[in-house]
């Protein structure tokens, strides 16, 4: 029984850790969605993008992929404002469902520029401290599991404190509580979806370096990150820091459980299952409004 | 050439998704004045007030304010010419507290500068804001989050506040109240276009008004005047 | 020609075009016309149903998958237990019909976006589900998660060719009765605005529970016949994003929302899905990038813009008549 316990503990522990990675994906999704009321389907495409970029740039140049950080998420904001700009906004204009399979066509394009450019093959960011570990009681924690967390730790003081004490920030939350409002107050539409965009490609950048240092990934991998940042945003509720934060803890959680109980499968399997579930129950989240 | 005439809107038609809303509209603001728009519901009264701040645009005629032309002008743009607007319904952002509403609408560049002193201007009118200042919007009472509604629009330091339905779903007394309060921003330099459904209150209380029916303008002149018509007492009063 | 007949020339004209598609086999066609026909036809009656769902019902459902994969694992399945392969392919429609009942009560309380996303998970549920779980029958040879169709050795080109044109022309037949029926009319007041139609009485529930039902079956049966001619089902390849993709190309190249969308579009997917084979991995791209522009440049697809072709044509004519009798 003790033995019982004490195997669950890594799951645990681990599971916490690690859903730091989802944390930070839903944000960025949820930023978006909180805005403009638009699911951004290739999300976890670019965060897999983000991935192969900082795998590109390992693997020619031997940059560490948290400094290239330094590089892609710039990049990755102005790629952000430009996707935003010429093709979102566009779809949007012409219809919501149009910005959705605009949004979906993006994401098979991305799909297969990686496949592509980098073989199917599985991959992963292996640096000279991916082999580090370290202990937490008698639980053995990879390196990158607690970065993850930390990250998520920074990511999530950091936007909230963006979005509460910065102009641009607060025109962003009022647009995405009352649109034609803001707009009346002089908060320019267009601007406001654009930078919104654009941070949440910077923290794209950000989630696929990191997950690319935790887990392999391949240029299909971006989907099952984008379903479970989205059961994280239900589960968690829109526009709640905390709930996000929470949820993506509870996903990494199930994931990890999953895993221990039914192996590789269950670790995708139970996580998806809970998205179904937490959509039928709670479309309001746990802290949503 | 010198005009008076703080807004004019001279002869517009607007659309609204290919139906036609507004027929031939003009009307005219003049400086410090307490200007009313009433009508019944439906009758185009708030899409003429999006039309003014730049929500929706005529397809004929203009709109100017102090002379400029502003017809084009995107709703975003317009609160910099010096117009804020009390959206319907309050229009507030419910998961910002008050004090965070209320410094949206400084929001433009301009306002950011003089942000504590509008907002010491907004306390003094509504004292009761400033104790609630760290409440979320959406926890306010009617008549308070009105007041927010009414402070917000003043804190981009307008020429112009224009007013839509501020008395759906308040009782008359907090009405009486807010149409007080307009009168002391009036007396502050802000000029008021007022529009109403609630049509005997507010024609006592406007300097002028316009009543709307089904798109057109058919009645305009002194407020009080008004209120003898034959027509608005039949509409409206039911005598 | 009398008004009955000009109403029921369309019909005509399909019953003489299935008949001589029917006929085509008999005359000896070149080997890839079978190929092209045989997987337009499936295409066609999946883009349709996908029409039905997207277009017509403001279901964005993105598990045509789902159906498909589900029906052909049944079939297959089925030949296993020794089933005639032919009650397979209407099992397979049932079982995909009985789970799309099964997920609605889970994402038909989703609306918009939370649907779309709720539907996208289900073929990947059941793409890892049937990675793991085997049936009936021992491992694969190669130690893989897919299954051989039995006993269909005798099922000959042809046969799989009158399935699919069979389902195919049933796909366009049932729509057009659908679209004119008072079911249509109903949908057409949901895609307009579903609370408005709720509130002059339509049971918008009901309708859109009939449509996704109805629009599994369909694909299911379509995906059963793809997968008796296949001859092997494979978890990773049924439940693949790549049959979204072919009913999302068709009907958005089509038109959506168009009855003849589908038909159009499926047509042009064909066609792209043999000539781009060659190119392997690129094809995918190439369909990502025509989806992404059609959909900004031509959201009212081929149909949709021969439509407004055509009134700006009529337009014009209507202003010179009309200047030429001043």
Redesign the interface.
């Known amino acids: 029984m003790m033995d019982a316990i004490a195997d669950l503990a890594t799951p645990l522990v681990v599971g916490i850790l690690y859903g730091g990675l989802y944390v930070v994906i839903a944000l960025g999704l949820s930023l978006v ?1 909180g805005v403009m ?3 951004n ?1 290739a999300h976890g495409d670019l965060v897999i993008l983000g991935s192969y970029l900082a795998y590109a740039v390992l693997t020619s140049r031997g940059l560490d992929p948290i400094l290239w950080l330094l590089l892609g998420i710039p990049l990755f904001f102005i790629m952000g404002i430009l996707i935003q700009r010429f ?1 979102l906004d ?2 949007f204009k ?5 910005a ?3 949004a ?6 991305i ?3 990686s ?2 450019a980098w073989t199917p093959q599985t991959r992963s960011l292996i640096t000279p401290y991916s082999f580090e570990s370290f202990q937490i009681g008698d639980v053995f924690v990879p390196l990158a599991y607690l970065l993850d967390f930390v990250m998520a730790v920074v990511v999530v003081v950091v936007v909230h404190l963006f979005l509460q004490r910065t102009y641009l920030g607060q025109a962003i939350t009022a647009a995405s509580q009352n649109r034609q409002t803001a707009e009346l107050m002089g908060i320019n539409p267009a601007r406001v979806h654009q930078v919104a965009f654009g941070i949440a490609m910077a923290l794209a950048a950000m989630a696929g370096v990191f997950l690319g240092l935790t887990f392999p990934f391949n240029p299909t991998s971006g ?2 990150y ?2 479970i940042a ?1 059961g994280v945003i ?1 589960l968690g509720g829109l526009g709640s820091m905390v709930g996000t934060f929470l949820g993506g803890m509870i996903f990494g959680l199930s994931q990890a459980l999953g895993g221990y109980v039914w192996g590789p ?1 269950g670790q ?2 139970v996580p ?2 809970m ?3 937490v ?2 129950i709670r ?1 309001q989240g746990l802290f949503g409004r | 050439m010198p005009d008076d005439m703080l807004l004019r809107v001279n002869n517009i038609d607007v659309f609204y998704e290919s139906l036609q809303v507004l027929w031939d509209v003009s009307l005219e603001v003049g400086s410090g004045e307490i200007v009313a728009i009433a009508g019944a519901n439906g009758a185009g009264k708030t899409t003429l007030l999006k039309t003014i701040s730049g929500l929706l645009h005529p397809t004929k005629g203009s709109i100017e304010f102090e002379g400029r032309d502003i017809t084009r002008l995107n709703a975003y743009q317009i609160v910099d010419e010096g117009i804020s607007q009390v959206p319907e319904g309050r229009g507030l952002f419910p998961d910002m507290t008050v004090l965070q509403n209320l410094f949206i609408g400084s929001y433009s560049r301009k306002a950011r500068a003089e942000r504590k002193e509008n907002l010491a201007r907004v306390y003094d009118l509504f004292p009761v804001l400033e104790i609630r200042e760290k409440q979320l919007a959406k926890t306010l009472s009617g008549g308070e989050q009105q007041m927010v509604a009414i402070g917000r629009g003043l804190m981009s330091n307008p020429k112009m506040m224009i007013i839509d339905e501020m008395s759906l779903g308040l009782s008359p007394l907090i009405v009486g109240d807010l149409f007080r309060v307009l009168q002391e921003i009036r007396e502050r330099g802000v000029t008021i276009l007022l529009v109403e459904q609630n049509v005997w209150q507010t024609l006592h209380e406007a300097d002028r008004a316009y009543v709307i029916e089904t798109g057109r303008i058919v009645l305009s002149g002194n407020a009080l005047e008004l209120t003898e018509e034959e027509e608005i007492r039949n509409a409206y009063f039911g005598t | 020609m009398g008004p009955t007949t000009r109403r029921y020339l369309p019909l005509i004209w399909l019953g003489m075009a299935t008949v001589l598609l029917a006929l085509l086999p008999m005359i000896g066609i070149p080997e890839l016309w079978f190929l092209y026909l045989f997987h337009f036809f499936v295409f066609l009656a999946a883009a349709n149903m996908w029409n039905l769902l ?1 277009g017509y019902s403001g279901l ?1 459902a ?1 598990c045509p998958a789902a159906f498909i994969g589900l029906a052909g694992y049944t079939v297959t399945i089925m030949t296993w237990l020794e089933i005639p392969f032919w009650v397979g392919i209407v099992a397979g429609g049932a079982a995909a019909a009985t789970f799309s009942m099964v997920i609605s ?3 038909f ?2 609306r ?3 649907f ?3 539907t ?3 073929p ?2 059941l793409r ?2 049937f ?2 779980w085997r049936p009936v029958g021992g491992d694969f040879s190669g130690g893989g998660a897919g299954y051989l169709v039995k006993g269909v050795e005798g099922v000959t080109r042809e046969h799989t060719y009158w399935l699919a044109l069979a389902i195919g022309i049933a796909s366009i037949i049932l729509i057009g009765v659908i679209l004119r029926s008072k079911f249509g009319l109903g949908l057409a007041a949901i895609r307009d605005n579903d609370v408005s139609a709720a509130s002059s009485g339509v049971a918008v529930f009901r309708l859109k529970l009939y449509s996704f039902v109805i629009a599994a079956f369909v694909m299911g049966v379509a995906g059963a016949i793809f997968y008796t001619s296949q001859g092997y089902i494979e978890p990773n390849s049924a439940f693949e ?1 790549r049959w979204l ?1 072919i009913v ?1 190309l068709a009907t ?1 190249i089509g038109g ?1 929302g168009i009855e003849a969308g589908p038909f159009v579009g499926a047509i042009v997917v064909v066609i792209l899905h043999f000539q781009l084979a060659r190119y392997g ?2 094809s ?2 190439i ?3 025509i ?2 522009i059609i ?2 440049v031509a ?1 009212q697809g081929i149909t949709g813009l021969i439509r407004d072709l055509r009134k700006q044509v009529f337009s014009a004519r209507e202003d010179t008549m009309a200047t030429q009798q001043i």
């Open positions: 969605f009321k638009v699911i389907v093709l566009r779809a012409i219809s919501a469902d149009a959705l399979i605009v979906f066509g993006l994401s098979l394009i799909q297969n520029v496949q592509l989907v099952q984008l379903v989205f239900i499968t995708l399997l998806f299952l998205v179904l579930v959509l039928t479309p | 997207a964005l993105l009560l889970s994402v309380r989703l918009g976006i939370y779309a996303i709720g996208l998970v289900v990947e549920i890892l589900v990675l793991r994003i993709m999302l958005v959506i991995e690129i995918l791209l369909q990502g990038i989806l992404v959909m900004l959201p």
